[in-house]
């Protein structure tokens, strides 16, 4: 969708917004300002270049890579039980031919992405990672907090990568399912090492709705 064809489609959704009561206002406003906010009270990172990221293996949706999802250079995604960025690239290049960079993750650790722009209606993660030989596995958590303070952790699903790097399938959750936490504060996503060492990298985000 063209930018001008969705400022068109905001201001309309916003004028429709006004007859509504209070709370539909605060969920449909959540809707049409998807991640604008974070816990610091700033805007997240958000990389405005969607493109065919996995184009080459008949996925045709516009993606955007998340903020550090590349592991090069400067990160700033929360790493614990020694979780490290190593040097060796996945081998398909996708972010970048000169890119040299992955997560490496030992059985049990974690990796959280910082907050993040977003749809609510509906979400596709897709990453690349592989397990080292050792039979790990990528468990995706979603984190998400709402304005007054609840967090929520929703399960989004576990890759078995297998002994060589290969893309994950699309992963997704239907958000509008949250009911209150529509209107939210901040959503991250925490990767999980399970069952042995494993190496992630190349982490995008599909954020518009796919019909």
Not at 72 to 86: D, I, P, R
Not at 155 to 160: C, H, I, K, S, Y
Request: charged share 15%.
């Amino acid at each position: 969708m063209r930018a001008h064809s969705r400022f068109v489609l905001a201001v309309a959704a916003t004028a429709t917004a006004l007859a509504f009561p209070a709370a539909g206002q605060a969920a449909l406003l959540g809707n049409l300002l998807p991640g604008l906010l974070s816990p610091a009270g700033g805007n997240p990172t958000c990389d405005p270049n969607a493109y065919q990221a996995f184009k080459r293996f008949s996925d045709y949706d516009y993606y955007v890579l998340m903020p550090g999802g590349a592991f090069e250079g400067a990160n700033s995604w929360t790493l614990k039980g020694g979780a490290k960025v190593v040097r060796g690239n996945e081998t398909f290049y996708v972010h970048g031919t000169s890119d040299a960079y992955s997560l490496y993750m030992p059985s049990g650790a974690s990796a959280t992405t910082p907050a993040m722009c977003f749809d609510f209606a509906d979400w596709h993660l897709r990453y690349f990672a592989r397990d080292n030989g050792s039979g790990g596995r990528v468990r995706v958590t979603v984190q998400i907090k709402s304005l007054i303070g609840v967090l929520s952790l929703l399960d989004a699903g576990t890759f078995d990568p297998s002994s060589g790097w290969r893309p994950s399938p699309r992963m997704g959750l239907l958000l509008s399912n949250l009911g209150g936490l529509l209107v939210t504060d901040a959503i991250q996503f925490r990767f999980t090492a399970v069952g042995g060492s494993v190496q992630l990298d190349d982490a995008y985000l599909d954020p518009w709705k796919n019909t």
